[in-house]
């Protein structure tokens, strides 16, 4: 089983910035972020392939929010830049495959422990 760690989230202010970092134990094809705010689904944040040239957004996060990852390192990262209060959640790094809907929980084998992250003025 792949091994995840998170780490980075915060209390911050509206329009204010965080870079979350998930470290893990290989080099997954497929590696994303997934949110939870208190009382709602998981959602779809964001996901990124091993060579870096594929990179998809939710739309409420799409120009505000920037996944990338270090092979090198073997660390995925999401920079959340102009960060709203509805941004705030439990900010989980997940890995996959090759194949499948990566919008998806259904489509990811190993997941992180989670960050939170808290938007508040």
């Known amino acids: 089983q792949v091994q995840l760690k998170e780490s980075g989230g915060g209390l911050v202010q509206p329009g204010g910035s965080l870079r979350l970092s998930c470290a893990v134990s290989?080099?997954?094809?497929?590696m994303a972020w997934f949110r939870q705010a208190p009382g709602k689904e998981r959602e779809f944040v964001a996901y990124i392939i091993r060579s870096s040239a594929s990179r998809t957004y939710a739309d409420s996060v799409k120009g505000r929010f920037t996944i990338s990852r270090d092979l090198a390192k073997n660390t995925v990262y999401l920079q959340m830049d102009n960060l709203k209060p509805e941004d705030t959640a439990v900010y989980y790094c997940?890995?996959?495959?090759?194949?499948?809907?990566?919008?998806?929980?259904?489509?990811?084998?190993?997941w992180g422990q989670g960050t939170q992250v808290t938007v508040s003025s």
């Open positions: 290989g080099r997954p094809f497929t």
């Open positions: 997940a890995t996959g495959g090759m194949y499948g809907d990566y919008r998806l929980i259904a489509s990811y084998d190993d």
